[in-house]
Protein backbone atom coordinates (compact mmCIF):
# COMPACT_ATOMS: atom_id res chain seq x y z
CA UNK A 1 0.00 0.00 0.00
CA UNK A 2 1.17 3.54 -0.76
CA UNK A 3 0.36 6.73 0.60
CA UNK A 4 -0.39 9.72 -1.59
CA UNK A 5 2.15 12.69 -1.92
CA UNK A 6 -0.51 13.94 0.67
CA UNK A 7 0.73 12.23 3.35
CA UNK A 8 4.15 12.46 3.15
CA UNK A 9 4.62 16.25 1.65
CA UNK A 10 2.10 17.28 4.98
CA UNK A 11 4.15 14.85 7.20
CA UNK A 12 7.32 16.43 6.19
CA UNK A 13 5.37 20.02 6.95
CA UNK A 14 4.01 19.14 10.39
CA UNK A 15 7.63 17.48 11.21
CA UNK A 16 9.24 20.77 10.10
CA UNK A 17 7.00 22.97 11.95
CA UNK A 18 7.34 20.66 15.28
CA UNK A 19 11.09 21.23 14.52
CA UNK A 20 10.92 24.71 14.35
CA UNK A 21 9.66 24.61 18.19
CA UNK A 22 6.20 26.90 17.71
CA UNK A 23 7.73 30.30 19.08
CA UNK A 24 7.29 32.05 16.17
CA UNK A 25 5.31 31.12 12.78
CA UNK A 26 6.86 29.38 10.20
CA UNK A 27 6.81 30.65 6.55
CA UNK A 28 5.38 28.30 4.23
CA UNK A 29 7.65 29.06 1.68
CA UNK A 30 10.49 28.62 4.12
CA UNK A 31 9.65 25.10 3.74
CA UNK A 32 9.02 24.40 1.06
CA UNK A 33 12.07 25.55 0.72
CA UNK A 34 13.65 23.94 3.02
CA UNK A 35 12.29 20.32 2.03
CA UNK A 36 12.20 21.39 -1.78
CA UNK A 37 8.88 20.63 -2.21
CA UNK A 38 6.37 23.16 -4.35
CA UNK A 39 5.13 25.62 -2.64
CA UNK A 40 1.53 26.11 -4.20
CA UNK A 41 1.08 21.64 -3.40
CA UNK A 42 1.81 22.86 0.15
CA UNK A 43 -0.85 25.38 0.69
CA UNK A 44 -3.38 23.39 -0.37
CA UNK A 45 -1.96 20.76 2.20
CA UNK A 46 -1.64 23.34 4.84
CA UNK A 47 -5.23 24.65 4.33
CA UNK A 48 -6.81 20.81 5.31
CA UNK A 49 -4.50 20.58 8.24
CA UNK A 50 -6.01 23.89 9.57
CA UNK A 51 -9.23 23.15 8.42
CA UNK A 52 -8.57 19.65 10.67
CA UNK A 53 -7.21 21.83 13.52
CA UNK A 54 -3.58 20.51 13.50
CA UNK A 55 -2.02 24.00 12.50
CA UNK A 56 -3.20 27.71 12.75
CA UNK A 57 -1.97 30.49 10.67
CA UNK A 58 -1.03 34.10 11.56
CA UNK A 59 -1.10 36.89 9.31
CA UNK A 60 1.39 39.20 8.52
CA UNK A 61 4.71 40.66 8.12
CA UNK A 62 5.97 37.76 10.39
CA UNK A 63 3.56 35.16 9.49
CA UNK A 64 3.31 31.82 9.21
CA UNK A 65 2.06 28.17 9.92
CA UNK A 66 2.53 27.01 13.84
CA UNK A 67 1.05 23.68 15.49
CA UNK A 68 -2.45 24.36 16.86
CA UNK A 69 -1.19 21.49 20.10
CA UNK A 70 2.34 20.38 21.21
CA UNK A 71 4.08 17.25 18.96
CA UNK A 72 3.48 15.20 21.73
CA UNK A 73 -0.60 15.82 21.22
CA UNK A 74 -0.73 14.93 17.33
CA UNK A 75 -0.88 11.61 16.10
CA UNK A 76 0.01 10.39 12.54
CA UNK A 77 -3.62 9.05 12.04
CA UNK A 78 -4.85 12.33 12.22
CA UNK A 79 -2.66 13.85 10.44
CA UNK A 80 -3.34 11.24 7.34
CA UNK A 81 -6.87 11.25 7.80
CA UNK A 82 -6.85 15.48 7.29
CA UNK A 83 -4.67 14.55 4.24
CA UNK A 84 -6.30 11.90 2.70
CA UNK A 85 -9.38 11.18 4.24
CA UNK A 86 -10.47 7.69 5.53
CA UNK A 87 -7.74 5.35 5.82
CA UNK A 88 -8.56 2.35 3.65
CA UNK A 89 -6.19 -0.20 2.35
CA UNK A 90 -8.97 -0.99 -0.61
CA UNK A 91 -11.67 1.45 -1.75
CA UNK A 92 -14.17 -1.15 -1.07
CA UNK A 93 -13.88 -1.63 2.53
CA UNK A 94 -15.30 1.71 4.41
CA UNK A 95 -16.44 2.22 8.39
CA UNK A 96 -19.90 2.31 9.28
CA UNK A 97 -20.87 5.07 11.55
CA UNK A 98 -21.06 2.27 14.21
CA UNK A 99 -16.96 1.53 13.62
CA UNK A 100 -17.35 -1.80 11.79
CA UNK A 101 -16.11 -2.09 8.44
CA UNK A 102 -18.27 -2.51 5.84
CA UNK A 103 -17.60 -3.85 2.36
CA UNK A 104 -19.61 -2.24 -1.02
CA UNK A 105 -19.49 -5.67 -2.17
CA UNK A 106 -21.61 -7.19 0.74
CA UNK A 107 -24.95 -5.59 -0.83
CA UNK A 108 -27.03 -7.96 0.59
CA UNK A 109 -27.45 -10.69 3.22
CA UNK A 110 -26.69 -13.96 0.09
CA UNK A 111 -23.11 -12.20 -0.58
CA UNK A 112 -20.46 -12.56 1.24
CA UNK A 113 -16.74 -10.53 0.96
CA UNK A 114 -14.17 -13.59 0.78
CA UNK A 115 -11.43 -10.54 1.64
CA UNK A 116 -12.88 -8.86 4.02
CA UNK A 117 -11.24 -10.34 6.69
CA UNK A 118 -7.58 -9.71 5.68
CA UNK A 119 -8.25 -5.96 4.28
CA UNK A 120 -9.50 -5.37 7.92
CA UNK A 121 -6.87 -6.87 9.71
CA UNK A 122 -4.85 -4.54 7.28
CA UNK A 123 -6.31 -1.47 7.74
CA UNK A 124 -6.48 -2.44 11.31
CA UNK A 125 -2.55 -2.02 11.60
CA UNK A 126 -2.18 0.34 9.48
CA UNK A 127 -4.32 2.81 11.84
CA UNK A 128 -2.99 1.18 15.01
CA UNK A 129 0.53 2.17 14.05
CA UNK A 130 -0.50 5.50 12.59
CA UNK A 131 -2.45 6.32 16.50
CA UNK A 132 0.53 4.81 18.51
CA UNK A 133 2.76 7.53 16.26
CA UNK A 134 3.13 11.01 17.83
CA UNK A 135 4.22 14.27 15.91
CA UNK A 136 7.01 14.26 18.58
CA UNK A 137 8.80 10.93 17.64
CA UNK A 138 9.60 11.96 14.16
CA UNK A 139 11.51 14.87 15.27
CA UNK A 140 15.03 14.08 15.55
CA UNK A 141 16.55 15.65 18.98
CA UNK A 142 17.89 18.94 19.55
CA UNK A 143 21.31 18.33 19.09
CA UNK A 144 20.57 16.77 15.64
CA UNK A 145 18.69 19.65 14.33
CA UNK A 146 20.32 21.76 12.39
CA UNK A 147 17.95 24.26 9.83
CA UNK A 148 20.79 25.27 7.01
CA UNK A 149 19.80 29.01 5.84
CA UNK A 150 17.13 29.64 3.60
CA UNK A 151 17.84 32.45 0.62
CA UNK A 152 15.53 35.13 2.50
CA UNK A 153 18.07 34.79 5.96
CA UNK A 154 21.17 34.68 4.05
CA UNK A 155 19.94 37.67 2.12
CA UNK A 156 19.44 39.25 5.66
CA UNK A 157 22.95 38.27 6.67
CA UNK A 158 24.34 39.66 3.90
CA UNK A 159 22.53 43.13 4.24
CA UNK A 160 23.57 43.40 7.83
Not at 49 to 64: D, H, I, K, M
Not at 90 to 109: H, M, N
Not at 119 to 132: D, H, P
Request: aromatic share 4%; hydrophobic share 40%.
Amino acid sequence: MMFSTKSEYGVRVMVELARRGGAEPVALAEIAEHERLPLAYLEHLVARLRRAGLVESRRGARGGYLLAREPEQITMAEVVEALEGEIAPVECITSSPDGSLRCSLEFDAQRVCTTKVLWARVRGAIVETLEQTTLAELVPAPDLIQIPPTKTTTKKAVAA
